[in-house]
């Protein structure tokens, strides 16, 4: 039996097989927000977020649609509960300060 993991030596993920799709943006802002977003979309990928490290934004889409996401968040403070695992809660403060790694 193949482990879940061992299938990805094989080839990249399906987009049945992503719950929840994260971009860490430091250079390629434009590019993650635009065509990254599209093709994600067009994929089918239930929910994507885009951490922008410079402005310590982080943009949220959700529900697919086409070639966009019908919802489209931007948040600064707070937490965002990802709807794939509505028990996480992650609070924006603590991506951007480095503490969510030592939760």
């Known amino acids: 039996m193949k482990l879940p993991w ?3 030596s ?8 992503i719950f929840w799709l994260i971009e860490i943006s430091d250079s ?5 927000l635009n065509e990254k977003q599209r093709i994600y979309a067009q994929a089918g990928v239930l929910e ?3 951490v922008d490290v410079k402005a310590k934004k982080v943009f949220i889409f959700r529900e697919p649609e086409k ?4 919802i489209k968040l931007e948040c600064v403070t707070g937490k965002i509960v ?9 609070p924006i403060e603590k991506i951007f300060s480095g503490q969510i790694l030592n939760d």
């Open 82 to 90: 990802p709807l794939a695992f509505s028990d996480v809660e992650v």
């Open 6 to 8: 061992f299938q990805y």
């Open 48 to 50: 994507y977020w885009v």
């Open 28 to 32: 390629v802002l434009s590019k993650d």
């Open 67 to 70: 070639i966009s996401y019908r």
């Open 10 to 17: 094989q080839h990249h993920p399906f987009s049945e097989d």
